[in-house]
């Protein structure tokens, strides 16, 4: 989680800014990415569905606020079960089931933060 959780806090802050400026589009995308990035940890998947749930009633979206609560009931289900798909962006509009590919710039950046990670462990 320790290089995960930057990278998390950035998504959110991608998003705050991203619905503060109105741009729907780039909000979307960094909850999608903090999704993908939190599915293995059960408390931050949770959170993540909690603000895609959170959007949807504030855009008046009522198919995907209806997709985002049923999502977060079902997300204490697939960590105890270790059914989560990979590289899923969380939304309404797919499968809760499906694994998707993950975004290519959102894997350099897990690459870039992991070599961030190993090579100040190196420097301790």
């Not at 569905?49 to 855009?59: D, S």
């Not at 798909?85 to 950046?109: H, I, T």
């Amino acid at each position: 989680m320790a290089v995960i959780e930057p990278l998390l806090r950035d998504q959110y802050r991608l998003f705050c800014e991203s619905r503060r400026i109105g741009d729907e589009a780039a909000a979307w995308q960094a909850l999608e990415w903090e999704h993908i990035l939190s599915q293995p940890y059960m408390g931050a998947h949770l959170a993540s569905h909690w603000h895609m749930l959170r959007y949807a009633i504030e855009l008046g979206d009522a198919r995907e606020a209806a997709g985002q609560a049923m999502r977060f009931l079902l997300v204490p289900l697939g960590s105890l079960t270790g059914r989560l798909p990979a590289g899923n962006n969380g939304r309404a509009r797919v499968s809760a089931f499906e694994p998707m590919p993950m975004p290519n710039a959102l894997e350099a950046l897990i690459e870039a933060a992991r070599s961030r990670e190993s090579g100040a462990a190196r420097t301790d």
